[in-house]
């Protein structure tokens, strides 16, 4: 049964960081491409990051370049999102997927004071 | 700020079909194949149609998605209540490098 499992969500004031983790299973993580997608309470879909199967070539979008970084460890299968200078309008249940067959549960992040 | 637009609300009652449109522009939609994707209340999106039309095991053929120019469509037809959600369209954005969605259309079953 395919897994993607987040986890490294949690409170945190503005200008803090976090890492978010995702361990895959059930499929073979090192052939797939990933991304992370977040959703801010009541709101739509945001994409965030992207990484290709190697690690080699990574995607942010302009609202997190700079500030976020997509990495992955195919000896762990898991995919991770390192987040610095976090704001409050980064609050948001974050996704991790692959492009797209297969997605997490989601893991919140709430930037607060 | 999604660069692809949605109507918010669509709306039928069970067995009729419901058309969401998703509205882009040449450099995503008029280059890149769409995906359609339903979230369920409380919980995280679901693959529904890749690569403009294609079906994923288990999506009920009911659904079907079409693509033309810079626009694409979701259709449902037979209508169900379990169809009740949120839908989304994607596609990369060229001049973004980066995937885009689309702005979500709430279904409603009457």
């Known amino acids: 049964e395919v897994q993607l499992l987040e986890s490294g969500g949690g409170l945190v004031q503005p200008g803090g960081s976090l890492r978010l983790s995702c361990a895959a299973s059930?499929?073979?993580?090192?052939?797939?491409?990933m991304s992370w997608v977040r959703q801010a309470p009541g709101k739509g879909l945001e994409w965030v990051s992207s990484?290709?199967?190697?690690?080699?070539?990574?995607f942010h979008a302009d609202s997190v370049k700079g500030r976020f970084t997509i990495s992955r460890d195919t000896s762990k299968n898991t995919l991770y999102l390192q987040m610095n200078g976090l704001r409050g309008e980064d609050t948001a249940v974050y996704y991790c997927a692959t492009i797209w067959d297969y997605w997490g549960q989601g893991a919140l992040v709430t930037v607060s004071s | 700020q999604s660069v692809l637009t949605q109507p918010p609300s669509a709306s039928g009652t069970p067995g009729q079909r419901v058309t969401i449109s998703c509205s882009g522009s040449s450099s995503n939609i008029g280059s890149y194949t769409v995906n359609w994707f339903q979230q369920l209340p409380g919980t995280a999106p679901k693959l529904l149609i890749y690569s403009n039309n294609q079906r994923p095991s288990g999506v009920p053929d009911r659904f079907s998605g079409s693509k033309s120019g810079t626009s694409a469509s979701l259709a449902i037809s037979g209508l169900q209540s379990e169809d009740e959600a949120d839908y989304y369209c994607a596609a990369w954005d060229g001049s973004l490098n980066g995937h885009v969605f689309g702005t979500g259309t709430k279904v409603t079953v009457l």
């Open positions: 059930g499929f073979t993580f090192s052939t797939y491409d």
């Open positions: 990484i290709n199967r190697s690690g080699r070539t990574t």
